[in-house]
């Protein structure tokens, strides 16, 4: 479990345990149960059970989006944060994991229809533009993250460059990329894994010249 993972974890035990569970007939009890152990399909359950019981239980659709995020099932995480976003707008945590979803789709070679997957990547880049607006610059983890989809974008429209507007807009985003890697190192000078990601950003910007 990465740190990131670790982290929202902890939070999400933290959230529910703060949370009256009878209203549901405990079936966010055992749905967060079964999340505890790691077991995030056998959550899904008693989480829909929940959710069928209050719809708009913003703790249960948190839980079920991030259940439905760690198997993988990316439409449906995007579905209960669509829908957690709408009733709680300031939620930086929703805008966060609902584009780490969109950029999985996006990333997706069965997404074979290109105008699908550029409004993806686009909408992956606006909910972390989104979680950074609400959370503050100095989130290194949305900072990242923003930062790979302005990088896995701009590779996806480098193998489409027909003119020279294309290669362009495609350097535009590798630069806002090494903006974002760039604001990480001024925070945590050591990460390798960025330094590495930056090296990575300026040869492909490079290699377009």
């Known amino acids: 479990?990465?740190?990131?993972?670790?982290?929202?974890?902890?939070?999400?035990?933290?959230?529910?345990?703060?949370?009256?569970?009878?209203?549901?007939?405990?079936?966010?009890?055992?749905?967060?149960?079964a999340m505890m152990k790691g077991d995030f399909k056998g959550a899904l359950v008693p989480l829909e059970k929940a959710g069928a019981k209050n719809p708009n239980d913003t703790n249960v659709?948190?839980?079920?989006?991030?259940s439905y995020f760690q198997c993988g099932d990316y439409e449906n995480a995007i579905a209960n944060f669509t829908k957690l976003i709408s009733l709680k707008p300031a939620d930086y945590y929703a805008y966060y994991y609902r584009g780490k979803a969109r950029l999985n789709i996006a990333n997706d070679p069965k997404e074979s229809l290109s105008q699908m997957r550029d409004n993806f990547y686009l909408s992956a880049i606006k909910d972390f533009s989104k979680a950074i607006e609400l959370n503050g610059e100095e989130d290194a983890q949305l900072l990242q993250n923003r930062g790979i989809a302005y990088k896995d974008y701009a590779i996806f429209k480098s193998y489409k460059i027909k003119k020279k507007v294309d290669k362009v807009a495609c350097v535009a985003l590798f630069n806002n990329a090494t903006a974002d890697f760039q604001k990480i190192l001024t925070i945590q000078p050591q990460r390798k894994d960025i330094i590495s990601l930056v090296s990575y950003v300026k040869a492909q910007v490079t290699s377009l010249k």
Not at 6 to 30: C, E, P, R, W
Not at 61 to 66: A, D, E, F, N, S
Request: glycine fraction near 8%; avoid cysteine; proline fraction near 0%.
């Open 61 to 66: 659709l948190k839980m079920l989006g991030y």
């Open 1 to 33: 479990m990465n740190y990131f993972k670790k982290v929202t974890f902890l939070f999400l035990i933290f959230l529910t345990s703060h949370t009256a569970f009878a209203q549901n007939s405990g079936y966010d009890k055992l749905g967060m149960q």
